[in-house]
């Protein structure tokens, strides 16, 4: 069974740095992506950015773009998401997710984590 566990979320005041990491565990596929995403209340979740098993890389948010890093994480089985000078607008639940390939729509995801709340405020 596919689990994903996003972690590294927290308060954070604007033009902070916060890096999200995403352990994930069960997949058998020699191929596949880590889509990350965000989501405020009320509105449709967001791509943010996904990483290939291959090494590829894909951004999606253009507010984001300049911001962020997607890499691979120092341990195991981990994605992690670098985001520097974070705005409040940035503001929002950060998830993480599987599939086959990327994709920066939510609804091609099969497998999801539980989230994780990223808070830019003064």
């Known amino acids: 069974q596919v689990q994903l566990v996003e972690s590294g979320g927290g308060l954070v005041q604007p033009g902070d740095s916060l890096r999200l990491s995403c352990k994930y565990s069960g997949i058998t596929q020699n191929v596949y992506a880590i889509g990350w995403f965000r989501q405020v209340p009320g509105k449709e979740r967001e791509g943010v950015g996904c990483?290939?098993?291959?090494?590829?890389?894909?951004f999606y948010a253009n507010s984001m773009k300049g911001r962020i890093t997607i890499s691979r994480g120092s341990a195991l089985n981990t994605v992690d998401l670098q985001m520097n000078s974070l705005k409040p607008e940035d503001t929002a639940v950060y998830y993480c997710?599987?599939?086959?390939?990327?994709?920066?729509?939510?609804?091609?995801?099969?497998?999801w984590g539980q989230g994780t709340q990223v808070t830019v405020s003064s």
């Open positions: 990483f290939t098993s291959g090494g590829g890389i894909r």
């Open positions: 997710a599987a599939r086959a390939a990327c994709s920066p729509y939510s609804s091609g995801y099969d497998f």
